[in-house]
């Protein structure tokens, strides 16, 4: 769908990830290395455990697809054939320290004059301007940063980062700006022939992962603690993972309208067992939340109730788990390690692993397409490219221009998606956080909703002044701002004669039930593009479409658990902690935000809709691509190893002065490390190699430790950072509101709230140069605008109106 265009790419494993994404839909990608190859060609883990550029699982899995070539950017000559490329280029990613490109004389505004339609994205720690745009960062100082790292990890523990030794955060940015590409693109061919710049900070992205709590402290709530496989909230431990006999599994015991008939599902299978008495299968699950913070429920008797559940799944495996979870409809799943993710039936099922033949390397399978398309279904990629192999074909090809569908260039300065009407029938976060993307940059959003079927996250905190109130649910306003609310009774038959007249309004539409949810309606693509041939239909939900667990209802702790992703999580001497909640809900928009923007291209192109089945597991997939790698070449499971890391030595996070307050730092090279040892007082230590430093790596922790433990976090930071050590304070949400680089960066934004008056959500997490973001008012009220959708948008009259009423179809 993107074979029209061309990408340099200019990142090296902070970036690698955005090209390739623009690769699996057709692009064609120039990888420019430096001699000697990019840095990501050094990273561990490598093929048989050789030592060698060509055989790093990292090159591999970020730039199958993509062609080789070795530029000096050090010479005039390397500059100059760079500038060639770019002039013909369609979209530039690159991961430079702010201000590199501007020293040689290849900023935006050199390289925009020498092509307008150039759309050059940067991926940096924090931004390409602001307070903290040039201090030294690697992934576990950027995840402190951003506040999801505070929210994961044992309570008695160092807080953890999400990835564990596989890091998280360059690659949350390079997805984002993958699809912030896209809509850079669209609004070039479709309105201003023109490109742009786009900034986009890795801590930004990497804030999405706290589920909105960081508008805990703007919104006058308490912040929740974190505590193991759960979270803490309001002094109750809110218990999320459970040892199983033969490992671990993820188990969403929660309560009110949303979770609470799959929590009594649960309780009637422990009674039916004997694991419980009749009382307590009989809870009021509906309302447990209100009993427990009332008081009318103890917290004793809460532990008691977890207890009888630690002794259930002590007896249950995790394919019975799994099974029950599907057949009884449980918010169940296993944790699985990387050798359970590749063999696991659901993948090979839906055809997902490619085996690529890469000669006297052997057939290697790698993760697959991110996401199926009908009309243009993503290729096979092949092998990675060796160093500069493509060196000669590249620069000796004839000079290319640009496609530009625009003939008369403008430099409009209307948001890129303006005209583009969306019907969202997505619930709970992943789909809600892709489209309110979309909401950000102009689409008109109408978003379905019906009170008798209430959205999860509008059960779920933050809420101003910890008083729950569906209607002011941070995590639901913030997933939701931009949109307009039309509530309807889908079981009433009128309502599907509502939403087929919206269908005939809208260029696509998106939805993230369970896969029988649009066929009990009627509504499946098949019905939808008979009427509708040129309409974009997405359909995002954990599992995908297909396949024996297909039918798994659930949310994104359960796609991050069976993914893989919470096993490596963790200290070496506990159980698997995960990363904070529904890690692939946090990740997963990103890649839907691409999937419906090249969809959107391509109509623009051709006139044609199609079909988007993005399994949210799939997609996350990529994120741990060198650890799956590390299974199907190496045969290893991606183990847990705390805050350690594969390369630098020491890296950690270290108490300071305070209750709960930490401070994450890396070494990054020698340099950082002598200069460490000199402020912590351990001259003595300052000479010792990289391999001397992970082998000592205990050691080395007790004494940074016991120099920090009596100093200022925020204070120390600043003076790590002045001698050139990555380093960051933990943030939450109150270190958040504060952050000088955050309020720069426009991160929380207040708008106007149709019950509160005023409400604070999160700005946009990148920045167009000359179409912004606009975030206009917070999520809908219920029906808030239902009296103008049907008016305005679909024409009816009073009589109309007064018909639907009076069915009880309106809420």
Known sequence: MLSNYRVIDLTDERGQLAAFIWAQMGADVVLVEPPGGSSARRLAPFAADLIDPERSLHHWAYNRGKRSVVIDLETDDGRHQLRDLITGADVLFESFAPGTLD????????????????????????????????????????????????????????????????????????????????????????????????????QQSMNQCTQSMSLATPLGGTPPQRTSGGVSLQGIDIQLMWPCQDGFTSVSFLFGTSFGPFTQNLMDWVHEEGFCDEATRSKDWLTYTEQLLSGEESVQEYSRVKQVLTDFFATKTKDELLTNAISRRLLIVPITTTSDVVNGQQLTFREYWQDVDQGDQGTIRYPGSFAKFTETPLGELGRPPRIGEHTAEVLAQAPRQPPVAVA???????????????????????????????????????????????????TLQPFPDDVADPELSGIYNNMNAGK?????????????????????????????????????????????????????????????????????????????AISGFFYPVGWTDRAPCGPYSAYTDYTSPRWLVCAVMGALEH??????????????????????????????????????????????????????????????????????????????????????????????????????EAWTINLDGDQLMRTLQERGVAAHIMQHSPEL???????????????????????????????????????????????????????????????????????????
């Not at 619930?427 to 102009?442: C, K, N, T």
């Not at 369970?514 to 995002?540: F, K, L, N």
């Open 484 to 560: 307009k609310g039309l509530a309807i009774d889908m079981s009433e038959p009128d309502a599907v004669d509502v939403i087929w007249d919206l269908i005939d309004w809208a260029d696509v539409v998106l939805e993230s039930f369970s896969p029988r949810a649009m066929r009990e309606w009627g509504m499946t693509y098949d019905d939808i593009r008979q009427r509708r041939p040129d309409i974009v239909m997405a359909s995002s939900c954990l599992m995908g479409q297909t396949g024996p667990v297909s039918r798994l209802a659930g949310f994104g702790t359960m796609a991050a």
């Open 603 to 704: 109509r623009r192109a051709t006139g044609r809709g199609q079909y988007i089945d993005l399994s949210q597991s799939e997609a996350a997939l990529h994120l741990m691509g060198p650890s799956l790698l590390d299974n199907t070449v190496n045969g290893r499971i991606w183990e847990r190893a705390g805050n350690r890391d594969t390369v630098m030595a020491p890296h950690g996070v270290y108490a300071t002065r305070g209750d709960d307050r930490w401070i994450a730092i890396a070494c990054t090279d020698d340099a950082g490390w002598a200069a460490l040892a000199t402020e912590v007082g351990a001259d003595d230590l300052a000479g010792l190699s990289l391999a001397d430093r992970h082998a000592r790596h205990d050691e080395l922790d007790e004494r940074i």
């Open 737 to 811: 509101v504060t952050d000088p680089q955050l309020t720069h960066r426009g991160q929380f934004v207040e708008v106007e709230h149709a019950k509160a008056g005023h409400f604070v959500v999160d700005g946009s997490r990148f920045r167009m140069s000359r179409t912004p973001a606009v975030v206009q008012y917070a999520g809908p009220c219920y029906g808030e605008h239902t009296f103008e959708i049907l008016t305005d948008v679909l024409g009816y009259d009073g009589d109309r109106i007064a018909e639907l009423a009076g069915a009880e179809v309106l809420e």
């Open 103 to 202: 020293a040689m004389g290849m900023g935006y505004q050199e390289l925009a004059a020498l092509n307008p339609a150039l759309i050059h994205a940067a991926i940096t720690a924090f931004g390409s301007d602001g307070p903290k745009a040039n201090w030294h960062a690697t992934d576990i100082t950027i995840q402190a940063s951003a506040g999801n790292m505070v929210l994961t990890g044992d309570g008695d523990r160092a807080p953890l980062r999400a990835g564990g030794t596989m890091p998280q955060a360059f690659h949350n940015a390079a997805s984002e700006a993958a699809g912030a590409a896209l809509i850079a693109l669209y609004e070039r061919q479709s309105r201003s022939g023109l490109g742009q710049f786009i900034d986009l900070s890795a």
């Open 408 to 458: 008369e260039p403008n430099p409009s300065t209307d948001r890129p998606l303006e005209g583009i009407k969306i019907l969202d029938f997505m619930w709970a976060m992943a789909g809600p956080a892709a489209s309110r993307v979309l909401a950000d940059y102009g689409a008109d959003i109408i978003r379905i909703e019906s009170a008798n079927k209430i959205d999860a996250v509008r």
